[in-house]
């Protein structure tokens, strides 16, 4: 499944479908500057017209989809009516629930993850207690560390047998106490990694259909928040029932999905791989 695949499935279980709308404005021949008021505007959905004229974006006019403002490079010239623009409006673009999407792989990073495994990277270095792993794509934590006794052997050892070794998160970096005494032996890395984001609609989904319902949750809640500031305005219209507030209303439906969403993660999470705990002291593992 693509990012576009599973955006069109959440427009339709949120009832965000794209609403076509044509907007006719009179050209004074100073003018430059038109708002639309249906907006954020969907990727690739509108076309502009001058005198009936379909006009190039870049060269004859920028639009800005989130504001909803069309501004042309020269005045049109005065004329009833002669301005027009067709367009898809929704409530999210694409492109916003793309990195919704992204945000939701990022907030279940240690819930739901994948295996990596590195041999090719790093080797020993002689006395040498740290090894930067930021080249590793994704890398959450390492749970095996390997090496082998020379660069012709076929068989990997665990570190653990040898030296002590950390990994730290934050610093994305692995420790080594003590450290080895030898350079350029190979060494393989067994890791967590996040899911991949991707950074276009037309990406593969990296998330696994029985992990999916979660990260759904997980959008609708912050679809919902997107709402509240348009709900606020609401507010203040709503005359027959004073004690109820819109945006209120919203901001729960929004926490409801987000307490959802973690509850639901939790019950499909895998479990954690176990962790190594041999530790060596004076060359003696205890």
């Known amino acids: 499944m693509t990012y576009l695949e599973f955006i069109n499935k959440l427009r339709v279980e949120l009832k965000d479908f794209a609403r ?5 404005f009179d050209g004074d021949g100073s003018t430059t500057l038109f708002e ?28 800005d989809k989130d504001t909803g403002l069309l501004e042309f490079t020269s005045a ?16 999210v673009r ?7 999407i992204n ?4 907030h279940f990073r240690w ?17 040498q207690y740290e090894y930067d792993l930021s080249s590793i794509t994704d890398i959450l934590y390492v749970i095996r560390a390997y090496y082998k006794d020379s660069a012709t052997a076929t068989v990997w050892k665990a570190v653990s047998m040898v030296t002590n070794w950390k990994y730290y998160t934050r610093l994305i970096k692995l420790y080594t106490d003590p450290p080895f005494d ?16 991707g950074a276009t609609t037309s990406a593969t989904l990296d998330i696994p259909t029985e992990w999916l319902l979660p990260f759904k949750f997980y959008v609708y809640a912050r679809y919902y928040e997107m709402l509240i500031p348009e709900k606020i305005g609401d507010t203040s219209a709503v005359t027959t029932q004073p004690s109820f507030t819109p945006a209120q209303a919203i901001y729960n439906i929004a926490q409801a999905y987000r307490t959802l969403a973690d509850e639901t ?13 041999t530790q060596i002291h004076q060359g003696v593992i205890i």
């Open 20 to 24: 076509v709308r044509r907007v006719r």
């Open 36 to 63: 639309l008021a249906d907006i954020p505007i969907q990727d690739a959905s509108y076309v502009v017209k001058v005198t009936d004229v379909v006009q190039t974006e870049v060269d004859d006019y920028t639009l």
């Open 76 to 91: 049109p010239t005065a004329a009833s009516d002669n301005i027009e623009i067709t367009y898809k409006s929704v409530k």
């Open 94 to 100: 694409d492109e916003d629930y793309l990195q919704l």
């Open 103 to 106: 945000d939701a792989i990022d």
């Open 111 to 127: 819930i739901f993850w994948k295996m990596g495994t590195d041999t090719s990277s790093f080797t020993t270095v002689k006395d």
């Open 182 to 197: 030898i350079d350029s032996l190979p060494m393989k890395l067994i890791y967590l990694k996040s899911l991949t984001k």
């Open 265 to 277: 993660a939790k019950k499909l999470a895998p479990k954690l791989p176990p962790m190594p705990i």
